[in-house]
């Protein structure tokens, strides 16, 4: 069973700023794509962004386009979520998601297609 770890998260205030990390075990953590997925209560998990395994590419939900960045350290099994421009709309439970697949494709934005989790993370912005 392969464990995601994440860090980071917490309470901010609309306009502000947070970075999620997320490290995954192993030694052949860039041949996966990695995935930000987000969840709100009583709504199904939602796509936020993934970069593939080389990190040269990434793609994001339109929400979040301009004002979220992933990022990733593959000497060091890490993966960034740089959140600015944070607004309450924002607020979920956020997830880091392993997919065993190292390129892009139409499929990264469905959560059934990745294969290890993180545990999640309490992302909070006020107004």
């Known amino acids: 069973q392969v464990r995601l770890v994440q860090s980071g998260g917490g309470e901010v205030q609309a306009g502000g700023s947070l970075r999620l990390s997320c490290v995954a075990p192993?030694?052949?953590?860039?041949?996966?794509?990695m995935g930000w997925f987000r969840q709100t209560p009583g709504k199904d998990r939602e796509f936020v962004g993934v970069?593939?395994?080389?990190?040269?590419?990434?793609r994001y939900r339109d929400s979040v386009k301009g004002r979220f960045s992933i990022t990733r350290d593959n000497a060091n099994n890490t993966v960034f979520l740089q959140m600015n421009s944070l607004q309450p709309e924002d607020t979920a439970a956020y997830y880091c998601?392993?997919?065993?697949?190292?390129?892009?494709?139409?499929?990264?934005?469905?959560?059934?297609?990745?294969?290890?989790w993180g545990q999640g993370t309490q992302v909070t912005v006020s107004t």
């Open positions: 998601a392993l997919r065993r697949a190292p390129d892009l494709s139409v499929a990264n934005v469905n959560s059934k297609t990745y294969d290890y």
């Open positions: 192993g030694r052949t953590f860039s041949m996966n794509a």
């Open positions: 970069i593939s395994g080389s990190g040269d590419s990434t």
